[in-house]
């Protein structure tokens, strides 16, 4: 099977592994990078990377369910929310996710970045249905059944809302690319002839934080809440921003936090930045080219880890022991220290 898949990637014909042997060619692409020894506060070099699920179309929006012990994630073209549990089992969860629509089409039509509000319910950043809602329900009794929260800005609908992240005060910060339009930027339903970064605040009033950038994606919050962290997934421009914030929902001073454009379509660099994750330590968890990244508070990265895909999203367990990640059609998991 192994000389199988070189074969494979010598002709690129672009084949696609069996379930019984992926594992093992793609485990031979996980490997751990120490750029600085302040890394190993946090994990170690030597440490198992997992694959915990697969055969998925693209996963995202991985979310810790700690009262239930679980991993929620999104798969977005197949418009279903996954469920691994604790005994790794994998389980449909919610369908649809993302596009709740009568009419088919085709596209990134399902949730992408999953939250709990402050009352434990399930929040989705909704693709298909190009907003941001709410379930009906509780994640014991879910069901495809949802409120809207917000789906236009200044009565225009919004592109495909991406990724979110609530700061302590009930304030939600999100992104506005086009992934989920079928046509992308050029689509002829797109309403709105920019690309926003947003923040809903806990009046549900919308406000615009940033028009300017040209593929916004992955956004976190530092620990003390005085900076907001944005991914910009443009092949020609891929950086993080970061933006200090005068108050909810008012920032100033972006600035540049890390360019990795030089790296995009190198070998063994697949992906863009996207999905982030702040840790209580104030080490920020990123996915960018090769895999994720980890930078400490200086903007400077100290590790990386390599997932031989283009990696999505990650996402921590309650007590920060367990770091997982969406990476194309499968889903990873890392012990941290």
Known sequence: ???????????????????????????????????????????????????????????????????????????????????????????????????????????????????????????????????????????????????????????????????????????????????????????????LDFQGVYCLNTSLELRLIDDSISRPNGLALSVDEKQLYVAVSDPGHAVWYRYDIVSGCEVSNKTLFYDVSHLVGKPGQQGLPDGMKMHSKGYLFATGPGGLWIFNKSAIPIARIYTGEATSNCTFSKDEKTLFLTADDYVLKVALK
Not at 18 to 29: C, L
Not at 31 to 46: F, G, P, T, W
Not at 164 to 183: I, S
């Open 1 to 191: 099977m192994r000389v199988l898949f070189i074969l494979c990637g010598i002709i690129l014909i672009g084949c696609r592994q069996s379930a019984n042997h992926s594992s093992k060619t793609k485990q031979d692409r996980f490997s751990i990078e120490i750029i600085d020894n302040e890394a190993l506060a946090l994990l170690d070099k030597d440490a198992e990377i997992l694959e915990i699920g697969s055969g998925f179309s693209w996963t995202e929006g991985p979310l810790w369910v700690a009262d239930g012990n679980y991993l929620l994630f999104s798969d977005i073209p197949n418009n279903i929310i996954y469920k691994i549990d604790a005994a790794g089992e994998t389980s449909e969860f919610l369908r649809p996710s993302g596009f709740t629509g009568s009419i088919s089409r085709k596209g990134e039509l399902g949730s992408n970045g999953l939250l709990l509000n402050e009352h434990g319910e399930l929040v989705l950043m909704q693709h298909g249905d190009r907003r941001v809602a709410k379930m009906q329900a509780t994640l014991n009794y879910q069901k495809p059944v949802f409120t809207s929260m917000v789906d236009k800005y200044q009565g225009k609908k919004l592109n495909s809302p991406n990724d979110g992240t609530y700061d302590t005060e009930g304030n939600l910060y999100f992104t506005d690319p086009p992934y989920g339009l079928l046509e992308g930027v050029k689509d002829p339903s797109k309403e």
